[in-house]
């Protein structure tokens, strides 16, 4: 990772991943999700990509995402509509 890269990583990754040390690893979605008011405030297009990074956070100990090239390619959508 160069100086002037970006990581990203998920917010509250050890509050929602459990199930790390699984093969396959998967996420849990809490109910409170639900009632969660920022949740709502994003669109379909969002929740959905929102989603789509906590799987492909899982894949790392500490919910770290990829370089968003490679998190683009993934989520099979452009860099710039991934941005």
């Not at 050890?14 to 040390?21: C, S």
């Not at 379909?44 to 790392?60: I, P, Q, R, T, Y």
């Not at 500490?62 to 991934?82: C, N, Y």
């Amino acid at each position: 990772m160069s100086a002037n890269e970006v990581r990203y990583r998920v917010k509250n990754w050890e509050k929602f991943q459990h199930y790390h040390d699984r093969k396959p690893t998967w996420i849990k979605l809490y109910r409170e999700l639900l009632d969660d008011h920022e949740w709502h405030k994003l669109d379909g297009d969002s929740s959905k990509v929102l989603a789509m990074c906590w799987l492909v956070a899982s894949e790392d100990q500490f919910g770290w995402l990829p370089p968003l090239e490679v998190l683009a390619f993934r989520l099979r959508m452009t860099q710039s509509k991934l941005e």
